[in-house]
Structure formats: C-alpha cells, structure tokens
C-alpha cells in the first residue's frame, strides 16, 4: 500500500487537522522504514493513526504504539487501521508512554525505529526519549515530532550535546529530528554538557501570545504577515 492510496482512506476530522503528522512528513516515514527494511517498530501518540498507518505498511510487521486516549478521538485510529486492513499488525496499548515503555523493557523487547509524538510537555517527552534509548537496538532509529515546540526543541538539543552515541539524521523537514544510535553511552555519572539553546524561544512566545485571549490588531497584523511569508 502507497502513501497515497493510505491518505484517501484516512477519516481525519478538519477541525483536528493539526494532531497528525503532515503528509510529507508521514511519506518521509514510510520511505525511511522501506528502503532500510526496518521490520520491529514502536510509537508513542497514535491519534487518528496517520503516521501508525504509514508505519505499518511499510514494514509490513507488527507495530506497537501506545495512547491512553484513544476515546478523544472517537477511536477514529483504530476504525481506520481497520480500514486500510492492518489490524492484524497492530498492537494497540491503551496506556500512558510511561507504563507502556518500562514494560516492554522488562520484557527485554528492541526496536529499530522508535517514534515519538506523544506527551509534548518537556518531561514527559525526555522520559520517552530515555526509555526510546534502552529500547532502541544498537544502529536503531529514534524520531521526534514537532521540532517547532520549545520541549522538542530542547530534548533534541539534548541529545546532541549529550549523547555522543547519537547521530543525527539530516530528514530536510524542519519538524522532524532524526536520531541513530551509534554505539554505546560511555557517560560518567559526571557527565553533563549545558543543552539550552536560545533557537525557538521567539517562536514559543510567539505562539504563547498569539494563542492568548482575545484578538486584537497587533495579532491580526502579525497572522497577515505569516500568511504573507507562507
Ligand atoms: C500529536 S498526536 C499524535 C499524532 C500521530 N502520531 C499521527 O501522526 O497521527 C499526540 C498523541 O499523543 C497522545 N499522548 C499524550 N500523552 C501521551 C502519553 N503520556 N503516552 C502516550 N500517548 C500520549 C495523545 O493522546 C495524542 O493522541
């Protein structure tokens, strides 16, 4: 199954258009996967299942993904894996990332393509990556979304600074970071490189204000001016 024939299948409510993955960015997933012939895949934040989708027919294999609120959106992911015909692969857990991940661990299960789209608050998100990393087999893939939110932007900074057996991936879609895991951590418990990065704190609070009450000039101004550089 292409891309394309998954999209025309996909029930996504216009009104949520921004919870899913944007179509470049889930063909980029699947051609990824595809041309590595990645097969033991794991995801966290599966919502209308657009990037699950693209996942799964890729690989062809099992997928888990986990997401304990499945029911705000109308349980439309799981109804269009049903659709496309890849239920068969799916193991969906309806839970946080923070039980799912641990649990798996302890199961001694490894991947080769984690992806991360679930929490975005920025611990939530660091302790995905961290559970990412020991569930990752070694030259494993680990991929963040939403490199335009500050938390994203700063576990992405993390890792590079931090985790030298991480290399980053170069994707070309700027609200994708790719990582690969390259050897081992060979950190003391010393080791600790500052990750604060200024990039993105103009946006944050861009989007902080524009986001906040009611309307105004200024913020009218301003959507004009981003419809005009779009
Ligand atoms: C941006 S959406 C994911 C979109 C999905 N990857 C796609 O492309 O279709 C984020 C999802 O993460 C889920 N989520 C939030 N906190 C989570 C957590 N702690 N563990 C797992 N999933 C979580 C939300 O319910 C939501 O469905």
């Not at 216009?14 to 051609?31: G, L, M, R």
């Not at 789209?117 to 070694?138: P, Q, S, T």
């Not at 690969?180 to 946006?203: A, N, W």
Request: proline fraction near 3%; charge should be negative; include cysteine.
């Amino acid at each position: 199954m292409t891309p394309k024939e998954i999209n025309s299948k996909l029930v996504i409510p216009s009104s949520d258009s921004a919870s899913p993955v944007k179509t470049e960015e889930a063909a980029f997933i699947y051609n990824f996967i595809k041309e590595r012939e990645l097969k033991k895949t794991l995801e966290v934040g599966f919502a209308y299942a657009k990037s699950a989708s693209h996942i799964i027919a890729a690989t062809e294999s099992a997928h888990i993904a986990c997401d304990p609120f499945q029911d705000h959106y109308q349980n439309l992911g799981l109804e269009n894996i049903k659709t496309l015909g890849l239920d068969g692969l799916l193991d969906f857990r309806n839970d946080f990332s923070h039980n799912v991940l641990p649990e798996l661990l302890k199961q001694e299960k490894l991947f080769e393509f984690i992806f991360i789209d679930g929490d975005h608050k920025f611990d939530g998100e660091l302790i995905d990556f961290y559970y990412a990393d020991l569930l990752l087999e070694e030259n494993g893939f680990v991929l963040l979304h939403d490199t335009w939110m500050r938390s994203t932007a700063l576990v992405s900074a993390f890792i590079k600074t931090n985790r030298k057996n991480y290399k980053e991936i170069p994707t070309g879609l700027r609200n994708l970071a790719l990582y690969q895991k390259v050897g081992k951590d060979e950190r003391d418990g010393m080791h600790f490189k500052e990750f604060y990065t200024l990039k993105s704190i103009l946006s944050h609070y861009g989007i902080l204000y524009m986001s906040s009450g009611e309307t105004n000039w200024l913020k009218r101004t301003l959507m004009k001016i981003k419809d005009w550089i779009k």
